[in-house]
């Protein structure tokens, strides 16, 4: 932990305030033209885009993530929201559902972010191209282990103990139910 302390630490002391990819009515949008209503306290996509940008962001279930960022007003209070809002389908989608369209994976995000900020960096290309592939090999290798185990990965534990104990409510039934 120091040593992300000592990241944002060194983007203070250079004048920059990080960046944390969260969506809201107060962030700079990634994925849409330059205008003013890109702009948030005088700061645009295309300045933030000049410079190398400390890029934070919060990796968990949307629920999570939000419960994160209220338990840390200091972080939020010190960074300049950036988000996506074109719809784009993930590649996570065959596994879960997001809960709206512009939504992704924190892997996706970190992808995308990378080619929004970093537009003239030729190893952001690269990176982006890495991450994306990674994911679409975890989600491929995930789908294949599911159609051989159609298993679920969790249960309710109600479940659980209801067909463990299955047998003995049919007996009980009968014996006793008539």
Known sequence: MPYQLELMQECFAEGRKPLLLFPGDDSITLDQEEDDSNEVNDITLSQLQKEHQLLILIDGTWAEAKRMLLQSP?????????????????????????????????????????????????????????LLGSMQCMVDKRIELTSKNPEPRFSRPGTKIYERNKRRFEIKKELFDK
Request: hydrophobic share 25%.
């Open 74 to 130: 200091e972080l939020v209070d010190n960074c300049i929201k950036v988000q996506f809002q074109s719809e784009s389908d993930s590649i996570y989608d065959s596994l879960r559902n997001e809960p709206e369209k512009h939504c992704l994976s924190t892997l996706e995000c970190c992808a995308r972010a990378l080619s929004h900020l970093e537009t003239s960096e030729d190893c952001a290309e690269g990176a982006n191209e890495y």
